[in-house]
């Protein structure tokens, strides 16, 4: 445990009733919402690599054995701040297909376009290609259901009439996300504040219907 007068005063608190789940007793929301929020500030300032239980637990106010009960390693913490932070479901429905996809990509040039991106994204990647279990929960936790939700927003522009019937979901989901992640692996060229938009501009000039072109003719793709 960090000997910290806040870590010590979290512990009693658990203690008194604030402890995880599996022991019966409620879990603290209070931790719940500190721990992603210090694990992101440390990535920030810090970097991955430097990123420790004792570190977050000193900055979130609470103790080790407290991220133990919760969380089985750090990458775990990773993990569940990039969930709890970023978003699992971004993607909203406000009955526009391109303002939709906008926001749901636009997560990750908000999340990933800052020093988190470079300093955090590779070291993950990497880490998860040697723990299974990991890469399970990141897929599971993170990427299927960001995927599944920006999916469901291109599901309704074909039934809106906004996209061809035949598009390839999986490809455009890809094609979509895929420039983000490529910037910030590669880190050849910023991940812009207008990356989101002009991406799902691209995108949808390729798949969009006459009718949604109709309505959205600007820029470079004019007469396509």
Known sequence: MVNTPNGA????????GGGPQRTGRPRDGRIDAAVPAAVMEILNESGYGNLTL???????????????????????????ALVTTVGATPTP???????????GIGTLSQAFGTTIGRRVLPALVADLADHPELESLF?????????????????????RGDLRPDADIDLLLDMLASTTYYRVLFGHLPVTATLAEDVVEVVLKGVATESWRGRHRHGVFDGF
Do not use: M, N, Y
């Open 54 to 80: 004792e570190a977050v637990a000193a900055r979130a106010g609470t103790s080790k054995p407290a991220l133990r009960r919760r969380w089985q390693s750090r990458q775990h913490l990773v993990v569940d």
């Open 139 to 159: 897929l599971e936790r993170f990427f299927h259901t960001r995927r599944a939700s920006t999916a469901e927003a291109l599901r309704r522009g074909i039934r």
């Open 9 to 16: 005063v979290a512990e009693a608190r658990e203690s008194r």
């Open 93 to 103: 429905d406000t009955g526009c297909t391109h303002c939709d996809l906008i926001a």
